[in-house]
Every structure is written in C-alpha cells, then in structure tokens.
T-cell receptor
Framework: DGGITQSPKYLFRKEGQNVTLSCEQN?????MYWYRQDPGQGLRLIYYSQIVNDFQKGDIAEGYSVSREKKESFPLTVTSAQKNPTAFYLC????????????FGSGTRLTVV | KNQVEQSPQSLIILEGKNCTLQCNYTVSPFSNLRWYKQDTGRGPVSLTI?????NTKSNGRYTATLDADTKQSSLHITASQLSDSASYICVVTHASGGSYIPTFGRGTSLIVHP
C-alpha cells in the first residue's frame, strides 16, 4: 500500500540537543511538507519541497532544517536554536498543484525533557 | 489576509444525533476547500474536496456544502458514531504565482458520547 511514514512516533529531546524526524513516502509525490501542530492552533508550515534538492522556508522555519536528497525522503532536524520545540510534527506529501490534497503521516510527538 | 475560521471550537453530542460544523474563509483567489478528520495523536485524513463549481459533496455519513459567494462551507455529520470523535479541520487553498497555498483552520473538536 502507498503511504507516508513518520518515525519515531514519540521523541524526547534534551536541552541543547539536535534531533531528526524521519519522513518517507512511496506515493511518488513530488512535493513534501513539514507542519507543526500546537494545541488549539491550526497547522503551521515549517518547510516544504517541490522537487528533489530544493526546499523553501515556511512560516516558522527558524530553528529547523531539512534536506531533500531523495524524492521519497524529507527529514526534519529540530536544532538547539528552536527554543520551544515541544509539539506534534506532521509530514505531508502531495501531487503537483495539490489536486488530490495532502496525504499526511501519522505524526511525531516531540517533547523536551 | 487569508484566513479560515471554524466554529464551534468544540462540540459535544450524543451518539446517533446529527451535527453541523462551520467554516468561513477569506482566502482569495479560491482554488479548493477540503475537510479533514484528525483522530487524537494521528495525522489528518481527507474527507471531502470541493472546487468552486461544487455545492455539495458526500462521503458516507459526511456531507460538505460550499457557498462560494458567501465564502462559507459546512460539514454535516449524520447519525453520529463514537468513532466520529475527532478534530475536523477545514483547509482552503488559493493559487498564487503558480503555487497552491493552503490555509488551515484551527479545527472543531467533536466529542460523541454514548
């Protein structure tokens, strides 16, 4: 079955530590996205990538970094510069022009300990 | 500014009852509107998608309506079930310079009690 897989489901980060969230899709989608979800707020775009080796900052990119070396993979690194990283992170992919909407992963909950 | 407002913020109903969720938007130029269902701790799953020319679209017990003139959409859930307990998110996409930009609402939290 085609889908989008995020791992791990739960992640704990110590102060000053970088952590990387994995996102893999086998839908052959060109575009991939990272969103952050906080309680009571809508999804906020961190980064997106329309094609391999290219990505763009979203609304809240500070303290995050990404890479897109393969079409299937779009990992997100939460750096120590992100001062409030505790949140639910969602990865998504889509066809060009989002004709059929997004397919979302099941999310990673990151907690700072 | 492109915005999507959903109401109510939360809703509690009894199993078997119907309910309607609202979505008002100021997104322009409009491309499409989607409703997603998000179970707690999971990613959103698409329920319906509507373009400018569509007024109504159904997916089982879920029926979405769109009034492009008043920029309003609703999601009607018929004969609610316990499994309908979730957050329902309205997403409106606009076209800009060849890109398609989604704006997410904050969601309506629905709780269905037995």
């Amino acid at each position: 079955d085609g889908g989008i897989t995020q791992s791990p489901k739960y992640l704990f980060r110590k102060e000053g530590q970088n952590v990387t969230l994995s996102c893999e899709q086998n839908l052959n989608h060109d575009a991939m996205y990272w969103y952050r979800q906080d309680p009571g707020q809508g999804l906020r775009l961190i980064y997106y990538s329309q094609i391999v080796n290219d990505f763009q900052k979203g609304d809240i990119a500070e303290g995050y970094s990404v890479s897109r070396e393969k079409k299937e993979s779009f990992p997100l690194t939460v750096t120590s510069a992100q001062k409030n990283p505790t949140a639910f992170y969602l990865c998504a992919s889509s066809e060009p022009r989002q004709i059929y909407g997004y397919t979302f992963g099941s999310g990673t909950r990151l907690t700072v300990v | 500014k492109n915005q999507v407002e959903q109401s109510p913020q939360s809703l509690i109903i009894l199993e078997g009852k119907n309910c309607t969720l609202q979505c008002n938007y100021t997104v322009s130029p409009f491309s499409n509107l989607r409703w997603y269902k998000q179970d707690t701790g999971r990613g959103p799953v698409s329920l319906t998608i509507m373009t400018f020319s569509e007024n109504t679209k159904s997916n089982g017990r879920y029926t979405a309506t769109l009034d492009a003139d008043t920029k309003q959409s609703s999601l009607h859930i018929t004969a609610s079930q316990l499994s309908d307990s979730a957050s329902y998110i309205c997403v409106v996409t606009h076209a800009s310079g060849g890109s398609y930009i989604p704006t997410f609402g904050r969601g309506t939290s629905l709780i269905v009690h037995p």
